[in-house]
């Protein structure tokens, strides 16, 4: 069974008219709320932007006035390593001398004594001669084995041993030489006793753990 209208075709061209003016109104709203939240999100993606980009332009003048300080000290820094340079190349690099002849007398067994020491030095090496007396030779050869331990010395040679007397009793006379080792640079050497000292703090501390 079929409708059949009996409206006007006026009327119903006026109906449709309006369903066709409703439609593109619906369309509009959509497409108008659409267009709305597109521009919403381009301004809050272009204040976050703007944002973005004076915390680096913030952060980048922050960071070249840091380079700024960091370049004084560059400076500064550059200009103490030459002043240790210099100091350095003016002291030298001389053994610790006092450390040397402790380590010396440290090393020394007893069964050997001394009658003569020579020490000559420049520059960055030196010379080192030793005599003195053994009552065996086995006391020379123990000499030489404790001297041999020592870091300041280096190419230790025996140049003669020779039995002789002593105080009346039989002795063994020796010479050795030997090369001195460069000392530590002139700063460095100051800064070691503060080194040890913190060696020796954390020794304590784990002792106490």
Not at 43 to 53: D, E, K, P, Q, W
Not at 84 to 113: C, I, K, Q
Request: charged share 25%.
């Amino acid at each position: 069974m079929e409708y059949v209208s009996l409206l006007p075709p006026e009327i119903r061209a006026q109906r449709l008219q309006k369903k066709r003016q409703a439609v593109f109104i619906r369309i509009a709203i959509i497409v108008f709320i659409l267009v709305l939240i597109i521009y919403a999100f381009l301004l809050v993606s272009s204040i976050l932007t703007r944002s973005n980009l004076n915390s680096l332009r913030e952060e980048r003048e922050m960071i070249e006035s840091q380079a700024a300080a960091l370049t004084e000290y560059e400076v500064l820094f550059n200009e103490m390593n030459a002043a240790e340079a210099r100091l350095n190349s003016a002291m030298g690099t001389v053994p610790v001398w006092s450390n040397f002849l402790l380590d010396l007398g440290l090393t020394l067994p007893t069964g050997a004594w001394l009658s003569d020491l020579t020490v000559n030095y420049s520059g960055d090496s030196g010379s080192f001669n030793l005599r003195g007396w053994s009552y065996t030779h086995s006391g020379v050869a123990e000499m030489l084995d404790k001297i041999e331990t020592m870091d300041q010395l280096n190419d230790i040679r025996l140049r003669t041993s020779s039995e002789t007397t002593f105080d009346g009793r039989d002795a063994v006379q020796f010479v050795v030489d030997a090369q001195l080792r460069s000392g530590p640079p002139y700063v460095g050497d100051a800064e070691e006793p503060q080194q040890e000292e913190d060696v020796q703090e954390n020794d304590e501390g784990e002792g106490d753990d």
